[in-house]
């Protein structure tokens, strides 16, 4: 019988049901601004900013919108790499606009994000994602062990219980588990970041992360379990009067266009990129409330511009403003929210340059690789996946992130486990170049004694036996090259 082979797991489930490579939880909570500690009191994560480490704010990637944010936290790449470039784009091989799906997340399939990274090492190494954007899709042909789909609205205590269920199976027990949840972001776009729903809301994410960190406990994992909480991007408010309507300087059927405010992406119809442009441009200059953007002008530190998926043409909102869509969406949000839509009524947007103060998401961590009461420099989002490698002691692919801020959050101890690979081969790459010189030296030595040997022997004979040597040095250049 089945229950017969295992029995003694029900004695002392603390034991057998955990990984034995370290385990580590990711924690997203959609749009929440790094400020927020500083308008609410949150208690328990508070708590763990001061027993853990953490950071005043994360510097997320352009644009600082959901699926390119957390696709960047997964993979360690910039946007125009992994090509998630926004929550939706215009695919210009397909004509068409892509929202998400296996598609968006495929731009390049050598991609590997951590939750495939950590799998593909295998020895019981298995990852779960609860509603993590992008994560549903399979990579490299192969799906993760548990997943969890995008269910809005979906039970926040029934989440953390299924992560705590992965992370304790008896067969399979997880030891990466990404845990997303959508909020306060989507009632955020409705009613904005100040309002009293959004606090709400924060205030019941912070008793989310209580209850986590509680089931943790019960089970005797707090000491086993490194926990990572982040958000992808912050938000900002927007009221009517901001809204800018950009469509009226261009003409109907000569473009396409998609994305949301502050950032549209425009794609002129053959032979109207120019007209396009220049009406855009004189329209920026005549209300000063958003700017245009050629391709070719995308700034260097975006990392948005070398990607087929990019825009032909950006229009972007100034901060505190927004573009047609919301024009568009306002009412929608009014009727479904059952609000009555004023000039004074407030909407979240987010997406701006990242250097927007309001963008930045926050980080806090606790566990047993790392720190403990510390509190570290604003690190950049990329750098999150070399500090998940660096706890789930995986070798981390080629990325765009830096070790900086790994450095910074793990333990001494961790970062020189982390190190220990790269030092191995540093190290043995450093012997075996030191034995190819060695060899070199040696053959270079041996070349000119026998070089000298032969001129040696060469003076000898031709002067002992002078036309000998010379007639087998004049048979020598009449060879037949085919001869020789």
């Known amino acids: 019988m089945l229950w017969r082979s295992y029995w003694f797991l029900l004695l002392a489930p603390q034991i057998w049901a955990i990984s034995k490579h370290p385990v580590l939880v990711v924690v997203s909570y959609d749009a929440f601004r790094y400020n ?54 215009y695919d210009p091989d397909e004509k068409k606009v892509v929202k998400i799906g296996y598609e968006m997340y495929h731009y390049n399939d050598e991609v590997v994000p951590i939750w495939r990274l950590n799998e593909d090492l295998g020895d019981e190494r298995y990852s779960g994602t609860v509603m993590w954007p992008g994560a549903d899709y399979p990579y490299q042909n192969k799906n993760v062990t548990y997943k969890m789909p995008f269910q809005a609205g979906f039970d926040w205590h029934k ?58 406990s019960k089970r005797g994992l707090t000491d086993k379990v490194n926990v990572i909480h982040v958000s992808d991007h912050g938000m900002t408010a927007v009221t009517p009067p901001r809204f800018v309507n950009v469509t009226q300087f261009m003409t109907n059927g000569t473009y396409e266009w998609t994305g949301a405010s502050p950032a549209i992406q425009i794609i002129p119809h053959a032979g109207f990129h120019q007209t396009i442009y220049d009406s855009l441009k004189k329209g920026s200059l005549e209300n000063g ?17 070398n990607n087929k998926r990019s825009p032909p043409i950006l229009v972007m909102a100034d901060e505190g403003y927004a573009l047609d869509d919301l024009i568009i969406s306002a009412p929608k949000y009014a009727l479904n929210y059952n609000f009555t839509l004023t000039n004074s009524s407030e909407f979240g947007v987010h997406g701006y340059d990242y250097v927007v103060s309001d963008m930045h998401p926050y980080f806090m ?27 789930l002691e995986l070798p981390p692919p080629r990325n765009n992130g830096t070790l900086i801020a790994a450095d910074q959050i793990l333990l001494a101890a961790n970062v020189a486990n982390y190190d220990t690979g790269t030092i191995v081969l540093l190290f ?17 030595t041996l ?38």
């Open 159 to 216: 989440r953390v219980d299924q992560v705590i269920s992965w992370i304790t199976d008896p067969l399979k027990p997880a030891n990466l588990v990404l845990l997303y949840f959508e909020e306060p972001d989507t009632h955020g776009h409705a009613f904005g970041p100040n309002s009293l729903t959004v606090k709400n809301l924060i205030l019941q994410l912070d008793n989310i992360t209580g209850y986590l960190h509680l089931q943790l």
């Open 365 to 391: 961590a606790i566990g047993p690789k790392l720190k403990k009461h510390t509190k570290i420099s604003p690190f950049n989002t990329i750098d999150l996946f070399n500090i998940f490698c660096a706890i």
């Open 447 to 484: 070349m000119l004694i026998k070089r000298q040997q032969n001129i040696t022997t060469a003076a000898a004979l031709n002067k002992r036996f002078p036309q000998t040597f010379q007639n087998y040095i004049e048979a020598q250049h009449l060879l037949d090259p085919e001869e020789a």
């Open 36 to 89: 927020f500690f500083d308008t609410e009191k949150l208690p328990h994560m508070e708590s763990i900013r001061k027993q853990g480490v953490y950071a005043d704010y994360l510097v997320n990637v352009f644009p600082t919108k959901t699926f390119p944010n957390h696709h960047t936290i997964a993979t360690g790449l910039y946007t125009e790499v992994h090509g998630v470039v926004g929550n939706t784009y």
């Open 289 to 305: 409330h958003f700017r245009v953007y050629n391709k070719s002008d995308f700034p260097e530190r975006w990392h948005y511009k």
């Open 428 to 444: 043995v790459g450093g012997v075996l170049l030191v034995l190819i010189l060695v060899g070199m030296a040696v053959m270079f």
